[in-house]
């Protein structure tokens, strides 16, 4: 089994910043993919940024430059820093692993940007 425990959301004026984190623990492989989704009001869930343990980083498009992420492969643990925060990331975002083909998410956090 696998555990995702996610802080860091909130409620932030549009041009600020938050950071998000999770620790994932139980069975973990060493060779898996972290990340985080996000899921708006009647929208479907969105990859937004994950970084596999190899390295590697990919990002939703309307978030690079903008979004980073990060992971502590000691710690099972990953960042996400948002930055120039707008109405539009607001959503409820969610850890996610991906190891053997399988997808585990955590319970989701909320991010609000006011204007």
């Known amino acids: 089994q696998v555990r995702l425990v996610e802080s860091g959301g909130g409620l932030v004026q549009a041009g600020g910043s938050l950071r998000l984190s999770c620790t994932a623990s139980?069975?973990?492989?060493?060779?898996?993919?972290m990340g985080w989704y996000r899921q708006a009001p009647g929208k479907q869930r969105e990859m937004v940024a994950t970084?596999?343990?190899?390295?590697?980083?990919n990002y939703l498009s309307s978030v690079k430059g903008r979004f980073t992420i990060s992971r502590d492969g000691a710690k099972n643990t990953i960042y996400l820093r948002m930055n120039s925060l707008r109405p539009a990331d607001t959503a409820v975002y969610y850890c996610?692993?991906?190891?053997?083909?399988?997808?585990?998410y955590g319970q989701g956090t909320q991010v609000t940007v006011s204007s």
């Open positions: 996610n692993l991906r190891q053997e083909y399988q997808d585990y």
């Open positions: 970084a596999s343990t190899r390295g590697a980083t």
């Open positions: 139980g069975d973990i492989l060493s060779l898996n993919f």
